[in-house]
Structure formats: structure tokens, C-alpha cells
């Protein structure tokens, strides 16, 4: 079957996208499936889920140090391989949605598998039994006994349970409630326009879920963690899981569901074989190959309306047919011969990878809040009117502070800032998501030098998360790989907390080899007041600077060709809602 037929046989992308169901598998219907009010449930379970996990992750080093008794810098590490790891799982959670489980399904499953890991964190930390013995880590000689064997065992196989739920969970959460606004743009034109300004406000308002969680679970749960044990404050995180699991269910008769379109991986791996089987192949004239004129020129791609037409010529040699030799010759086989669709799946994936790759030194700064910066609130005077106060505020809860006021921005960025800016921009919603990310990495190295950490950090996270989350999924649209672009946002934690792990132990060995401070290298005591984490702070501030130097080149990189934003090339109205008269974005 050659590209023509193999793409009249198959419905195009777009029709995949729109042919949603309900939770029976009948086609949906506009007035009684989809929008806010089936989004409202997602948002409950990212409310809750993110309530659950942050309350762990933001306090975990205090529980991995003080009663595990790793010392410092292997706690960590500990904390950011753990979020790490629940980021890079959620590469597993997209490929499974879009593959062969779909959103609601996939979500269930590891919600279940979540709720488990919890549970069994909270018998862990209950019984004496699989810790080590009670020793003040901050005091000791080294004589405290560190957990080993079966204790460590049962600790580190909870934790990775959470881990992996976590890490399905959380792409599928954003794809699932963006998802229930897509029927607003069958209708094209003006549906289309209003569809690019609610699907800006539904991302605007998971995040404002997002930083409500975290704020109940930085003030909240984790003051329980320290006042009532460490067990108490597991067993109310898996609580928290439970109620987001109810609250997922009972949105089941209101949801627009994505079927699962099969491997997403398969297209695209042809394409690359296909394009090196034919590597030697020369891209034919019109004059001396009729059969394959115009293959390789880049208005063979969607019309010439794909902007990363011109780029990543040599995949375009998937799509050339061999000559025919008789009535007899067998069709080409899919690996050899590729549709133009399959090729500009391919193509936006390459491009894509340079603004991800952007992101990950931001997010190597967003791990200092999870683990230095835990400690250097245990080193400060943390009590509510005087010293001799007896209210003392949890040092994982200073963390709350940027979302507390970020309750307040968000808001306001939706209703006064991004009706101004639509207003100078002409973008539906207001800033493009290249721009969006542009302004967070921009101002990401002043938390690593200003006196206001956690408020300047809180900024840039708004701006950087919700922009990186929202421009995935929009190349994602039409092409039946939303959950799985939507986890790219993810797979940038967990390399940017890898990559905070390396930095440690690579800081440490350096500096400690030239004297540069301590026993062990910058950071390479248990006390903070010996280590000198300010010139590790400088360092990633440097680092940032750079960072974002390089992301604005891979910007205009990825703006220079086409005339659409990179996501549904079809979907012309689309395109012109979310750029400025060209279509284009502007960074």
C-alpha cells in the first residue's frame, strides 16, 4: 500500500483527536460531556494528589535525615532521585494513556498504586520496629546507626510505589482536564479563538490547584508531620490520595475520553528507519520523477503550513517511493515508505527537544527548595513572636511562601494581566507559552542571589511551569500524543533533580580536593553553618544566567520556518488564535 492509500485508510489526525467518548465508549455529546464541569473533577484530584505527594517530598529530608539517619548530602540526593524518578515515570504514564489505556484508566490504576506506597510509608514510620534507633543526627559524632537491610528495604520499596503512581498520575491529570475543552474547537473560527482562551484558563487554573495543595500540604499537613510524627503525616497523605481517587470516579459520566490510538512510538520509529534505509536516495525534480515530485520540497508537508518544514530535510526522504517495476511489484513496506504526517510527527519531537532541554537547569534550582533550603530553615529561629514563643513554624513550611502568594497572582495574572496583554499582543491568551517560559527563566537566577528566594522562585514557576506544560500540549493537538508531550514538562524535573544530585556529589569531590571549604568539599558537612552552600547557590545562579541566554537562541530557532505555532497545522483558526497576525509566536 503506498503513502496515498495507507493515508485515505486511516483517519488523519485531527478526526482521531475529536473522536472522543464517554465512559461507556458512546460518542460524546457537547452539552453533556466536557468542559469546566467535568474539569472541575481533574482539578480535585490534582488538588488532592499534589496535597499527598508534596506533603512527603517537601519534608522528606527531614524524615530520610533525621530518622533514617542518612547523612546530609546522601539525603539529598535520596529526596531529588525520588522526585526525580516520579517526574521521569511520567514518560511511562503519557505512553500508556495515548498508547493503549487512555487518560482515566491510566490515572486509576496508578492512583490505587499511589495510595499504596502511602499506606505502607505510614506502617514504616509507625512501627519502631523498621527504624533505626531514635539519635540526633545534627549532634552526633557519627555514632548514629543508619537504616540498612530490611528497614531501608521496605522504606525505599514504599517510597518508589509512590514514586511510580506519582509519576502516571501526573501528565494524564493535565492532558484529561485540556482534553474536556477540545470539542469547542470542531466548530472552527470563533470557536476555535474561544477555545485558545479557555484552554489558557484551565491551565492557569491547574496550576492555582496545584499551589493550593502544596500550600495545605506545607502548612498543614507537614506542621502534623512535626508535631504529631512522621506516621500520622503519611497516613493523612494517603487520606488526601483517597479523597483524589473519589473525586476522580465521580466525574466518570461527565468526561470527554481520548481513545488510545495505539504505540505512538511506532510511526515515528519508521520514519527514522525508513529515512536511513534511504539516506543515499536524492530528492527527485518533478521532470525526473513524477511519482515523487515535490516529496522532499516543504510545501509537501501539510501544504507548506507546518513551520518545521524546512527543518530536518533528510527525514523527509521516508516519504519517497521506490520506482515501480511491473504490475506485480509488492507495496512498500511501512518501515521503508512513510505518510508526510508521520514525518511531521517525527519532526516535532526534534524540534521540541532544544526548549526542553532549556528547561532543566530551572528546574535543577527548583530542587534546592526540596532539600537545602528544608535545612536552612532547621538552622533558623522559626518561632512565631519572640524566642521564647512556643509556636514554631515546620522549616519544610517556609516553602509554603511563594504559594501562598501565588493563590493571589495567579488570579490575578488571569483576570488584569492577561487581558492587558492580549490587548498589546493580539494572543488569545495573552503571552504565547514561548514567551511564558522566556519571562521564567529570565527571572530564575535572582532566587539563587536575592535576600527573597522563595518569592522570586514562586514567580518564575508560574510563568515557567504553566508556559512548558501548555506549549507540549498544544504541539501535542491533533497528533494523538497529548499525555505523552504533556510528560516531556515532567521528564524536565527529573533530569533538572538528577542533574542537582550530580552537581552535589561533583561540587563535593572538586572542592574538596582543593580545600574549598569544610571536611568534605562546599557541601560536605552535616552542618550548614561549616558548608559554604552560598557559593553553591552562586554557582546555579551563573549557571541560570546561561541557561537562559541559550534558551532565547533555541527560541528563534524554533519560531524561524512556518507560518503556525507548531500545533495542529489543520486547525487554521487555532493557528490564528494563538499568534499574532501571522500566526506566528514571538519570543
Not at 113 to 122: A, D, K, P, Q, R
Request: overall charge neutral.
Amino acid at each position: 500500500m503506498d503513502v496515498e492509500s495507507r493515508a485515505s485508510s486511516s483517519p488523519p489526525p485531527d478526526a482521531a483527536a475529536d473522536a472522543a467518548v464517554d465512559w461507556r465508549g458512546r460518542p460524546c455529546e457537547p452539552r453533556r460531556h466536557g468542559g469546566m464541569r467535568a474539569a472541575v473533577f481533574v482539578l480535585g484530584i490534582q488538588a488532592f494528589e499534589i496535597m499527598a505527594i508534596a506533603a512527603v517530598g517537601n519534608n522528606l529530608i527531614t524524615y530520610v535525615f533525621g530518622e533514617m539517619h542518612f547523612p546530609l548530602s546522601q539525603a539529598a540526593n535520596v529526596v531529588t532521585n525520588f522526585v526525580g524518578t516520579i517526574f521521569l515515570l511520567s514518560l511511562l504514564g503519557g505512553f500508556l494513556s495515548d498508547s493503549y489505556l487512555g487518560c482515566f484508566w491510566t490515572m486509576l490504576i496508578f492512583g490505587f498504586v499511589e495510595l499504596s506506597g502511602f499506606i505502607l510509608l505510614s506502617v514504616q514510620a509507625h512501627l519502631p520496629q523498621l527504624k533505626p534507633p531514635p539519635c540526633n543526627m545534627a549532634a552526633t559524632d557519627g555514632g548514629c546507626e543508619q537504616a540498612r537491610g530490611i528497614k531501608a528495604s521496605i522504606f525505599f520499596a514504599a517510597l518508589y510505589l509512590v514514586a511510580l503512581g506519582s509519576g502516571c498520575l501526573k501528565p494524564n491529570m493535565i492532558a484529561h482536564g485540556a482534553d474536556q475543552f477540545a470539542a469547542a474547537a470542531d466548530g472552527g473560527g470563533a470557536a476555535a479563538a474561544d477555545n485558545a482562551k479557555r484552554l489558557s484558563t484551565y491551565f492557569n487554573s491547574a496550576y492555582f490547584s496545584f499551589c493550593a495543595g502544596e500550600l495545605v500540604a506545607l502548612t498543614a499537613l507537614v506542621w502534623v508531620q512535626t508535631h504529631s510524627g512522621m506516621d500520622v503525616g503519611f497516613g493523612i497523605s494517603a487520606a488526601a490520595m483517597a479523597a483524589g481517587l473519589v473525586s476522580l470516579v465521580s466525574g466518570a459520566a461527565f468526561y470527554r475520553n481520548k481513545p488510545p490510538q495505539g504505540s505512538i512510538f511506532t510511526p515515528i520509529a519508521r520514519v527514522f528507519v525508513a529515512a536511513y534505509t534511504k539516506r543515499k536516495q536524492i530528492c527527485p525534480s518533478s521532470s525526473s520523477d513524477p511519482v515523487n515530485a515535490g516529496v522532499c520540497e516543504p510545501a509537501h508537508l501539510a501544504g507548506g503550513s507546518f513551520r518545521h518544514a524546512s527543518k530536518f530535510r533528510f527525514l523527509d526522504k521516508a516519504c519517497i517511493r521506490a520506482a515501480e517495476q511491473g504490475p506485480n511489484t509488492k507495496p512498500e513496506s511501512p518501515w521503508r515508505l512513510c505518510t508526510a504526517a508521520e514525518v511531521r510527527q517525527a519532526k516535532t519531537l526534534l524540534a521540541v527537544a532544544p526548549i526542553f532541554a532549556c528547561t532543566i537547569v530551572f528546574n535543577t534550582v527548583l530542587a534546592q527548595l526540596q532539600t537545602f533550603s528544608v535545612q536552612q530553615g532547621s538552622a533558623m529561629d522559626t518561632a512565631l513572636g519572640g524566642a521564647g514563643s512556643s509556636f514554631r513554624i515546620p522549616p519544610a513550611s517556609l516553602q509554603a511562601i511563594p504559594y501562598a502568594m501565588l493563590l493571589a497572582l495567579v488570579p490575578a495574572y488571569e483576570l488584569l494581566l492577561v487581558p492587558l496583554m492580549r490587548r498589546a499582543t493580539g494572543a488569545r491568551s495573552g503571552i504565547t507559552p514561548l514567551q511564558r517560559i522566556g519571562v521564567g527563566l529570565c527571572t530564575v537566577p535572582l532566587s539563587m542571589v536575592a535576600a527573597a528566594t522563595f518569592l522570586v522562585f514562586g514567580v518564575s514557576e508560574m510563568f515557567t511551569a504553566v508556559g512548558l506544560i501548555e506549549f507540549f500540549y498544544k504541539q501535542a493537538r491533533g497528533a494523538g500524543m497529548q499525555s505523552f508531550l504533556t510528560a516531556l514538562t515532567y521528564c524536565s524535573y527529573a533530569f533538572g533533580f538528577y542533574l542537582s544530585s550530580v552537581l552535589v556529589s561533583l561540587v563535593n569531590r572538586v572542592t574538596a580536593s582543593r580545600g574549598g571549604g569544610g571536611h568534605g568539599g562546599w557541601l560536605g558537612d552535616n552542618d550548614l553553618d561549616k558548608d559554604r552552600l552560598d557559593l553553591f547557590y552562586w554557582m546555579l545562579a551563573v549557571l541560570s544566567v546561561i541557561n537562559f541566554f541559550c534558551y532565547l537562541l533555541c527560541a528563534r530557532w524554533y519560531n524561524s520556518g512556518g507560518a503556525d505555532d507548531g500545533c495542529d497545522a489543520s486547525a487554521s483558526a487555532q493557528v490564528a488564535a494563538e499568534g499574532d497576525g501571522n500566526g506566528k509566536e514571538i519570543i
